[in-house]
């Protein structure tokens, strides 16, 4: 059968359409969104249920329950999102599961897309749940089939712990052919089973713990953990994840490897077997340091005369990702009786000068409605002392100069509820916090009513561009359509906010600034809780309608234009302002701002 | 033998949909092959990088330092940014025009493509400068900068994969009404690399 080349999240999703899944939940962040949608884009027949749910939470508990009616279930998120759904997690692994559940949680060593640097192997430890970790989207896709027939066995949710280099790389890759998938048995009552309580709990502990010493004999001999190389050396290498294969680049000979595929429970009795005979270990691997904790734990329990060298001893850095670079060197500290190994690395060093290069932070796009909701804030507030409290998404962004409108940022949601405190503390500054519409739905309404409930004064304002930006535009519970390609009810921002009881809430297009300058006005007069909502399409998810461009007889070159919204179509050649056709979107706020009605609009393809 | 290809660029340019079709030629032809994106943040205008690798053993997803046989840079600070990882003889097939960030026009951060291209004529071997700008505005769309780059790259036949590979590959990965266009600029790049007038010749030494 032809291979065909998969990004490791495709594999992941293709491998849980092809182990027969009933149904998929998940909330997109980076690096795992792409396991959900192809499970979406390879379900013509509408037979597996799929859903973006409206956060990672409610994501798991919709898996939970379809598993615990028999079903094959399969939730994807982000490191991050398993916080948001450490609640349910932590209760469901002592209650378990019927039909098989997977759990992806995918990190992001770097980081290079996320808030932290967390490691799931941990929360798999603290939740006592199995953990695969794939080194490589072949190994991801073979995991997933394996997760969810162990899952079945164990009656037990499994955890998949990819990273961002499995998930975002790819790999050709043989598919093979889809497993039948099974109708549901139905939901049993059972509430000896089903309902968590504190005699279950205790139970159920003394079960979880007996069945993971059973787990980790099973894992000592399973495909996914080996021991290769020069079996009588004295050093070794202990690894696993995507560093396992930058060992591989990497001359290396005369050791002992250990490659570790399920982290937890830790193939305890595969470790004793590596350890044995060996007088120092170094591990290689990323974000904290399990595998190193373990074999420490290992060579103690069994009294082994050996040296466990890593992040702990500061062997190997504690922070950012790994690269064949940094794995080379690490091993030439540790083997210098290696002389290829230094070779490669002193070769590594050998790099000529070069100019000064450019900074290239990401920022909002030619044409982004956001750029225009700040411009708009902005101006309102004028020198009124106020703080602006941010969120995660597109809009982050904002924090840039020229705009600088974000003081805060500290997980999804926590804009409107950080606003409350800092304005509880501080109550002479007018407190904004800034949301989009997808992060408002995830997490941002608890906030809102926190603060209706508590009289906290604050402006929220929700940044509505009808899609899931930052991710890579995902549906959301306000845009109307599912991932069943289903057209569905629009859930209401406004009626939202006013069921709520948000006494004052405005919505406004952020393109018209006049316009949307005095909605924020309007609304910084009262108190309380108030809400302007700014609505306008992503330029992804639109078209443009025209573009802009500059009069040259008209231009003083005062850079006004530049100097106040950043925009990334507007640049100077030489000294003159120019608008890059090719970027820009025809959102048309740079004409509204200059003074000297020097930028015109230009229909069609002129 | 292993081909390592290291396409960089600004998020926004194509330079995903130019390494994934480097990956299916490779594919096609039986090649081991792996390739690692950047997705995410980074796309809003940072810079991107994609590493291609094919033949016939390859664990990491990345491309090692010093071990590019190519790089296919969007943009000429790109190419320079990611110098380190061509090797000693490397080809690098870099498109003239210079993207300049916010920040170079805020003034924080200024910055001069001719200088960029200035380091590359100086420390790359087997350089080639393509006026991208140039082959879309000839080939009638702005959209088909990375194929454009692409061929000259193939043209180079340091990839070890012909035009006519990409071809293939290109039915399948655009949509068909965008095929013709496409194609154009991908010929058309490929002549330049091939030593034919209008283009910018490998710096001679
Ligand atoms: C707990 C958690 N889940 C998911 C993410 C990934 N993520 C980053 S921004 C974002 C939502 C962005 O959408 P929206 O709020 O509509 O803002 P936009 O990007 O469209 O401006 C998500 C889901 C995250 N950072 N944290």
Known sequence: ?606 | MNKNCLLCGVGGQGVVLASKLIAYAALEKGLKVRTSETIGMSQRGGSVVSHVRMGEEIYSPMIPMHSADVILAFEPAEAVRNLSYLKKGGVAVVNKKAVKPVTAALGQSPYDGEEMLCCLRKQVEQLYVVDGEEICRRAGSPKVLNVALLGAALGSGALGLSPGDIERQLEGAVKPQFAAVNREALRMGAALAQNRPGYERPEER
């Open chain 1, 1 to 606: 059968m032809a291979k065909r080349l998969l990004m490791g999240n495709e594999a992941i999703g293709l491998a849980a359409v092809r182990a027969g899944v009933n149904l998929v939940c998940g909330y997109p962040g980076t690096p795992s969104t792409e396991i959900l949608e192809t499970v979406a884009a390879n379900n013509q027949d509408k037979r597996i249920h799929v859903q973006w749910s409206v956060n990672e939470k409610a994501a798991l508990e919709v898996a939970a329950g379809g598993a615990y009616a028999g079903a094959r279930t399969l939730v994807t998120m982000k490191q991050v999102g398993l916080n948001v759904a450490s609640d349910p997690l932590m209760s469901l692994a002592y209650v378990g599961v019927k039909g098989g559940m997977v759990i992806v949680a995918a990190d992001d060593p770097g980081p290079i897309s996320s808030q932290t640097e967390q490691d799931t192997r941990h929360f798999g430890a603290f939740s006592k749940l199995p953990v695969f970790d794939p080194v490589s989207p072949e190994e991801a896709f073979d995991m997933v089939g394996e997760a969810f027939d162990l899952s079945e066995q164990y009656h037990t949710p499994v955890i998949l712990r990819p990273t961002t280099r499995v998930c975002h790389g790819c790999a050709g890759i043989e598919t093979g052919e889809s497993q039948k998938r099974k109708a549901p048995e139905g939901f049993v009552k059972d509430t000896a089973r089903w309902v968590i309580f504190p005699r279950l709990s205790y139970e159920n502990h003394k079960k979880i713990e007996a069945r993971n010493v059973e787990l980790s004999k099973v894992f000592s001999s399973c495909r996914y953990n080996w021991i290769e190389g020069d079996l009588e050396a004295e050093k070794g290498i202990a690894s696993g994840g995507v560093s396992y294969t930058y060992m591989k680049e990497t001359d290396l000979e005369g050791v002992k490897i250990l490659k570790i595929g399920t982290p937890h429970p830790f193939p305890e009795e595969l470790a004793v077997q590596f350890l044995t005979g060996l007088s120092e270990v170094l591990v290689l691997e990323e974000l904290d340091p399990v595998i190193e904790k373990e074999l420490v734990y290992v060579a103690g329990k069994y009294h082994l005369p050996v040296t466990v060298r890593g992040k702990l001893t500061k062997d190997t850095k504690n922070a950012g990702e790994n690269s064949v670079e940094s794995v080379r060197e690490d091993l030439s500290r540790f083997l210098p009786e290696c002389k290829n190994l230094r070779k490669q690395a002193e070769e590594a060093d050998k790099a000529g000068e070069v100019p000064k290069l450019p900074v290239r932070p990401p920022v909002l796009c030619a044409g982004c409605p956001h750029r225009a909701s700040f411009y708009a804030v902005k101006e309102a507030v004028g020198q009124r002392k106020a703080v602006y409290s941010g969120d995660i998404g597109c809009y982050t962004l904002g924090n840039a100069k020229p705009l600088d409108m974000v003081d805060t940022c500290l997980c999804m949601g926590a804009d409107v509820t950080v606003a409350q405190g800092l304005h509880i503390i501080e109550p002479d500054a007018v407190n904004f916090s800034f949301i989009g519409d997808s992060t408002f739905f995830a997490s941002g309404i608890t906030g809102v009513v926190n603060a209706v409930y508590n009289g906290t004064d604050i402006i929220l304002v929700v940044l509505d561009n009808s899609t899931t930006a930052m991710t890579g535009h995902q549906p959301h519970p306000g845009t109307g359509v599912t991932m069943m390609g289903d057209v569905t009810q629009k859930v209401s921002i406004e009626k939202v906010l006013e069921g709520i009881g948000v006494q004052k809430i405005v919505t406004a297009d952020p393109l018209n600034l006049s316009e949307a300058v005095a909605a924020v006005r309007d609304v910084m007069e009262g108190s309380k809780v108030r809400a302007v909502i700014f609505r306008s399409p992503c330029i992804a998810v639109t078209k443009a309608a025209s573009r802009y461009k500059v009069e040259e007889s008209k231009c003083t070159s005062c850079g006004q234009c530049i100097r106040k919204l950043g925009c990334p179509a507007i640049t100077r050649k030489k000294e003159q302002v120019w608008i890059e056709p090719s970027l820009c979107f025809g959102c048309g706020v740079c004409a509204q701002i200059c003074k000297f009605h020097a930028i015109k609009e230009v229909s069609g393809h002129e």
